[in-house]
């Protein structure tokens, strides 16, 4: 049975389709490895697809430059009618992700998104800025909508130290929100990725390219996709550090 997930916060630029697209190959990565019953010695269907519902579709031109400079590893749709989206779960994917629009202004798309989700992944930067809309995407929409939801740190940078992390960890476990262990950090490599056609599986075999590939296989061993059952709510590692 397919499982639909959905990226969401109100406020942009805080990592929804980079999350959406690399959680997507990582997924990929564990249900077609060697010893997935679901790995085949030729190429066959994906079991996973990410969808974009942004209008402004970073996640196409991404997943474009992906496929030019060697192959997605995983189906990609943009989809902008309701009746597209309440096909979905029809769909024979084992994963669905959906990048939903970095605003709550185009309120229509993202509750008919919304409303195929069996969970929301928000993305929350270590920031104040993020924190405001953070709490309306939550309080607004999702807890009203009864979805189940994961907030999760990205994009943190070790060299800032824990001040801004800790602030943030608070203020989730203020407002009793659900928090993932696993904090995603900043990496060039994932910034770059979009412009260099690559995917978070695809990045070179170095040792931070081991790094930054890590914090996605975890989060998404925590979150249960992959077919592994997740530990969804918690406290962010590093601040017990």
């Not at 709550?104 to 809309?133: H, S, Y």
């Amino acid at each position: 049975m397919v499982k639909i997930h959905g990226l969401v916060n109100q406020k942009g630029g805080v990592g929804k389709t980079t999350l959406a697209v690399n959680l997507a190959a990582v997924t990929h990565s564990v249900l077609v490895g060697s010893n997935s019953p679901l790995h085949t010695e030729t190429q066959g269907p994906s079991p996973v697809l990410v969808v974009s519902t942004d209008p402004q579709a970073s996640s196409v031109w991404w997943s474009g430059r992906v496929e030019e400079r060697g192959g997605l590893p995983f189906d990609f749709a943009q989809i902008s009618e309701p009746g597209q989206l309440r096909q979905l779960r029809s769909l024979e994917y084992a994963h669905i992700f959906v990048d939903t629009p970095g605003s709550l202004d185009d309120e229509k798309i993202l509750r008919d998104a919304l409303e195929q989700c069996d969970d929301v992944v928000v993305p929350m930067e270590p920031e104040p800025l993020c924190f405001i809309p953070t709490e309306n995407t939550i309080k607004n929409v999702l807890v009203p909508m009864g979805i189940h939801y994961t907030v999760v740190v990205n994009n943190w940078d070790p060299r800032d130290g824990l001040p801004d992390l800790k602030e943030t960890a608070e203020f989730i476990s203020a407002n009793g929100w659900p928090m993932a262990d696993t904090v995603v950090r900043r990496y060039k490599l994932h910034t770059r990725a979009s412009a260099e056609g690559i995917v978070v599986t695809q990045y070179p075999k170095n040792r931070t390219a081991a790094e930054a590939r890590e914090d996605f296989f975890r989060l998404a061993l925590e979150l249960g996709y992959g077919g592994v059952p997740g530990q969804r709510a918690g406290s962010v590692h590093p601040v017990e550090a």
